[in-house]
């Protein structure tokens, strides 16, 4: 029988941090699962390389789901970021292997196509409202079918989603960067700031945003209730969610649909959300979630409550969470949406992945297992660098949710 007989963890920073496991049997067949938590990437390359490596080698790597339990309840410390982080490593390995044992991409593995391809919406942001929207245009030009719009709020140095380079990075410094929040300035700008997107190019896309955790309950329904008329197709994290109750009060005032759950570690950061029906789509994802196992289970339990899903993939997730996402998202029937905002070039030396862009759509890989090789030779160019994500005050010198 096939047995784990290797499992590595490769740090490599191709234009940012990211952290990899590469697991090999005794066939020499080899999966690879992304591990990287932005900012904290080397407290998981440890919780692997310390902790979970060593239960791994001799184990039967077709039996995911047991190794799943095994490293979630053997833990006996249970859920938390760096712990399912770790565990999803493993577990999006274990799929990669399966699916090239089997000759099969992984999609196939998990029921085959529910639909033709993946809708994704990447980000259109500008310092200013007539840059955002010559930002919206390019995107549009390219085919995109949903775009998500973010720009400067008037006196906020460092708005949160506004490009710099050719990627956006928040984690850009080998220490914190203080930003700048107002919430009063941003509840009096952002509104006529999508607005002004629909205006110009009226309503044949869909329209998102993202509050990053920034207002109230009652802010944020007001935000909700002000934007009605622009119909998005989401407003992002518009609280913090460590209350899942909190979204009971947004609700009952606003119809713009809400998404949470970029930051969740496990189905029961969502449990109440989804089954009191408090949000429209979950955004948990393959590499923060427990991976493939998990997600689908999060994802099976939204379907009851007709709440759909719209995975987080910012560029902090490497191309190998993107792969897994796609082969899940194609299976899913209650699947929404997927983010996808592209990599650096970097990046794209080191992971060589075939997920295609087409027509506003991403489509799976063909390829055995996920369809994403490592590069180890272009990795080893680029070291590991400290790099951590801004922090936010208010005006009056407090800490707020950055
Ligand atoms: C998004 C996210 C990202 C996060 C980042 C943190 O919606 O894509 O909010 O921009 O801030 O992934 O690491
Ligand atoms: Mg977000």
Request: aromatic letters at 10%.
């Amino acid at each position: 029988m096939s047995r784990i007989e290797r499992a590595e963890v490769l740090v490599t920073s191709p234009g940012r941090n990211y952290v990899t496991l590469r697991i090999t049997t005794s066939d020499g067949v080899t999966g690879l699962g992304d591990a990287t938590l932005n900012g904290r990437e080397l407290s998981v390359a440890s919780y692997l390389r310390d902790h979970v490596v060593p239960l791994l080698i001799g184990r039967d790597p077709a039996r995911i789901e047991d190794t799943w339990q095994y490293l979630y309840r053997g833990a006996y410390w249970r859920r938390g970021p760096v712990t399912m982080t770790a565990i999803s490593a493993v577990d999006t390995a274990l799929w990669d292997i399966k699916g090239k044992v089997a000759n099969l991409p992984v999609y196939q593995l998990l029921g085959g196509r529910a639909r033709d391809g993946v809708l994704v919406y990447s980000h259109a942001s500008g310092a200013d409202v007539p840059s955002l929207l010559d930002d919206v245009a390019r995107f549009k030009e390219l085919g995109y079918k949903a775009i998500r719009a973010q720009a400067a709020v008037p006196g906020i140095e460092g708005s949160y989603g506004v490009r710099k380079g050719e990627v956006y990075e928040p984690a850009a410094t080998s220490l914190p960067d203080e930003q700048l929040w107002s919430t009063e300035a941003y509840l009096d700008f952002a509104p006529g700031c999508l607005r002004a997107v629909r205006d110009r190019f009226g309503f044949d896309f869909h329209l998102l945003h993202d509050v990053h955790h920034r207002l109230t309950p009652i802010e944020a329904a007001r935000f909700g209730k002000s934007v009605e008329d622009c119909r998005l197709f989401w407003m992002e994290d518009p609280t913090p969610a460590e209350n899942q109750e909190a979204f009971r009060l947004i609700r009952r005032h606003t119809t713009t649909p809400i998404a949470v759950g970029e930051v969740f570690s496990s189905i029961w950061d969502v449990q109440h959300l989804i089954t009191e029906q408090l949000i429209d789509y979950v955004r948990a994802t393959v590499v923060h979630a427990g991976g493939i196992t998990h997600l689908r289970r999060i994802f099976d339990l939204a379907s009851l409550y007709q709440v759909r899903t719209g995975s987080h993939g910012a560029a902090d997730l490497s191309p190998i969470t993107l792969a897994a996402a796609v082969h899940l998202d194609i299976t899913v029937p209650n699947f929404g949406i997927q983010e996808y905002m592209g990599f650096a070039r970097e990046t794209a030396e080191v992971f060589h992945s075939d997920v295609r862009f087409s027509d506003g759509m991403l489509l799976p890989s063909e390829a055995p297992g996920l369809g994403v090789e490592y590069d180890e030779k272009a990795a080893a160019k680029f070291e590991y660098q400290p790099r951590y994500l801004p922090v936010a005050r208010r005006l009056d010198g407090s800490m707020h949710d950055w």
